[in-house]
């Protein structure tokens, strides 16, 4: 992604605004006090003070010990956490070889995670506009949508009475662009991957709705996050 303000909000924003510190972590010394704690989580630390050594896990009557394939820098990027969370439900993170927190999937809910993808879906949004913005033409709109295309055109006409007329800026939503891109040969999306870039986008623009419900939803926005790469 050869985007400098993507790559500077990648450097910004990073695991260490959605983890949970070490120090707020609930953590238990035997598997009977961990069972407790499952009700609410995944995984529970070991032991109860000091330095974290292992973990006990739900669904598990060992104590596991902590390997390097579930460990994090506390500098990654907020950017790289799905794909890294859609290999393993969660990582400790660390600094100077010691644990200072913990990276759980739904952690991908917290504010500061959408702050850097919606940067990334504008970008992608923003690009594709630039390219199409002076090809469109009212003759080629119905070949592109359906019931639409009148509103549209009203909405291009509204604006004319309004003197706010700049052209088609301002009338199509992320997925009319994709689709318009798509037709003007910049990309070759699918239809389940624009509503898959639609679905993201909403999920990200609207401070009421959670990035994830499941733990499929992590490896959906990776995928997303792949498109809009290819986009910028």
């Known amino acids: 992604m050869e985007n400098e303000p993507i790559k500077r909000l990648s450097e910004v924003f990073t695991v260490q605004d959605v983890m949970t510190n070490a120090d707020e972590l609930k953590r238990a010394d035997a598997l009977e006090d961990a069972q407790y704690l499952f009700n609410e989580y995944d995984v529970v630390p070991h032991p109860r003070k000091g330095e974290i050594k292992g973990f006990f896990r739900r669904g598990s009557s060992k104590v596991n010990q902590i390997e390097t394939s579930i460990l994090v820098s506390h500098g990654t990027s907020i950017l790289d956490l799905p794909k890294l969370l859609s290999r393993a439900q969660f990582y400790f993170v660390i600094l100077a070889n010691r644990i200072v927190g913990y ?3 739904s952690d991908l809910n917290k504010p500061a995670t959408k702050i850097p993808f919606f940067a990334v879906i504008q970008a992608a949004e923003r690009s594709l506009w630039e390219q199409i913005m002076y090809r469109i033409s009212e003759e080629d709109l119905p070949r592109v949508f359906d ?3 009148n509103r ?3 909405k291009k006409e509204d604006n004319k009475k309004r003197n706010v007329d700049i052209g088609w ?8 662009i994709l689709k318009l891109a798509r037709f003007y040969g910049l990309t070759h999306l699918s239809d389940d991957e624009i509503k898959l870039l639609k679905e993201t986008r909403n999920k990200i623009a609207h ?3 959670n990035l994830i419900t499941h733990y499929g939803d992590v490896q959906a926005l990776v995928d997303a996050q792949d498109l809009c790469r290819s986009l910028i």
């Open 103 to 105: 990276i759980h999937y």
């Open 147 to 149: 019931k639409e295309v």
């Open 152 to 154: 549209f055109a009203k």
């Open 207 to 209: 401070s009421d709705r």
């Open 169 to 176: 800026t301002g009338i199509f939503t992320f997925p009319n």
